[in-house]
């Protein structure tokens, strides 16, 4: 039996051990980086700036100002969203938009992933000799298709039963297809074809885990970038020693007088690769930054990319044996994917032309977990309507940590993120991305404040924005940064287009006197003293419907003040 040269001993050998111990070593990485950016955020926060803003510039009156009391009443109505029938009925074009677009983009990404499946099957059978057989096509295409179910996931399943439909649809045809197959070849076996997929497509799905926990998903991509780099140098530097044993012995004496011995300069030659190569790691990271900048790629298509890629090269190591070559036929996949995928969103879904709707998001920053879900389940489809504003809070970090946030944190220049004062937020409100991405996906633009310039920040994004969701699960007298943020937009923005959640962690009681508190007391200059306001509340729990309830809620306000216009292509 002949020897396997040392290009296909690296191929199939180093590549996979590197591959994999740079996912395995990201994964705790990725959640202390997590853990130390979202501690220096609370740190900064918690500081006053050193340019206290003016608040006549921003507030036409004092807040605390004793005004005329009005006499108009407020209306508190609420509404369960388990019990919410009339949804299907009132649903306008933007709910119909913001449910549709995710699976429309999903289309999109099948017809990638399809692609992909398409050159790595014809790749397998190509390398093995094998003749093209239709079945037998079709189960290495299925088989070759998996991350379609991850990248569906990702995009476009919100419920539960959704994720478990897609799962049951790709068994199913797995099924299907691995009987057929069974019946005509009797020399094959279910066994046979079970480990085929295991062997396939487990071992990427593992490390891939990086990618899809939610607390890491952010920063994943790039941390496994950078590791896979810098570990490329260390094995690299000891396979040049490795075959350049003048090297080696030269490497070894000066070791060796170091005092190092021979464990001791293995160890140093691994961390010189390292090093060096982490720099280019790090230049790797500054191009995604100024690329995701320039808006060639966002938050999903990094984590997207990071899929398809690792998924094809992973594929492609074990069709190595038949000929170095073959390493390639995965990044060829992977290039077919991405031109259909961007082919797709500009000439079958382009990016809509039609004006953006603005979102801001308000919270009790105690929520955590409860927090992030929702947030993940309404922006999912938002982001296709318009851009979203929030105030960066300990609940939502790790879920709003853009590129260039994440390397300023790095750099140690986080606190150039941070509104110190009227100017830093002038220029960070005219900065603010309201434009779609290739995708057609808009950007969430996250506002870092300190405890003197959260104040006059939620000013400015409560007029620049169209509708205001405020989730106030847990609302309670200790909440007094959301009681003051209550009477914000009670004072300044039209309550037709604020939309408020609660549960049963929600103080209700109190609730409702902060805000009879607030409308009776309002400011002479409030849009709402011009007659009756109603305050909509819709109650939330668990279910999937909820979320749609919520969503047709916020729609419902951003059309009823601010009519949009929407082309029937887009729906």
Known sequence: MSTPDPTTLALTGQL?????????????????????????????????SEKPADKSKYFSSDPTENVEKTSYPLKLITVDASNNKDEANRAGMLFRKACSSPWRAAFIYLAGGSAFAVVMTVAFLRSSHNEMLPFRFLVLFWVYAWPLILTLYLVAATGLRTKMLLVAAYITGFTIFGSVVLARSPDSSATQLIVLWLSTNLPATVLLLVFLLRKVRAVGPMVVTFMILALTGSNLLLSIMDRRQELLRGAAEIGFSLGLGGIGTFWALSAIGFLVFAMLGWLALQWIRRRYQAKAVNDQSLILDSLWLLFGISYSVGLVFQGPLWILSGVAAFAVYKTTVLFGFRTIAPADSTQAVSLLILRVFSLGKRSEDLFDAITRHWRYLGHIQLITGPDLVAA???????????????????????????????????????????????????????????????????????????????????????????????????VM????????????????????????????????????????????????????????????TQPVQISASTV
């Open 16 to 48: 996979p051990f590197i591959l994999s111990v740079s996912a395995i070593l990201a994964l705790p990485i990725s959640f202390l980086l997590i853990r130390l950016y979202r501690r220096s955020v609370l740190k900064r926060m918690s500081l006053r």
């Open 400 to 498: 709003t940590v853009e590129p260039h946030e994440f390397l300023a944190f790095l750099s140690g220049k986080l606190d150039q993120q941070f509104i110190d004062g009227p100017e830093a937020l002038a220029q960070r409100l005219s900065g603010m991305d309201s434009e779609p991405d290739f995708d057609g996906r808009y950007r969430v633009n996250d506002f870092f404040c300190h405890d003197d310039t959260w104040r006059i920040t939620l000013d400015q994004l409560v007029d620049k924005s169209d509708v205001v969701l405020m989730d106030l699960r847990g609302f309670s007298p200790q909440n007094a940064g959301c009681v003051y943020e209550v009477q914000e937009l009670v004072n300044s923005a039209l309550l037709s287009r604020v």
């Open 501 to 560: 959640t609660t549960d049963d962690t929600t103080d209700a009681d109190f609730l409702e006197k902060t805000l009879t508190d607030a409308w009776t007391g309002m400011r002479f200059d409030s849009p709402n003293r011009s007659g009756p306001g109603e305050v909509r509340i819709i109650r939330l729990n668990d279910s999937s419907k909820a979320i749609f309830s919520l969503l047709e809620m916020i729609c419902s306000a951003a059309e009823t």
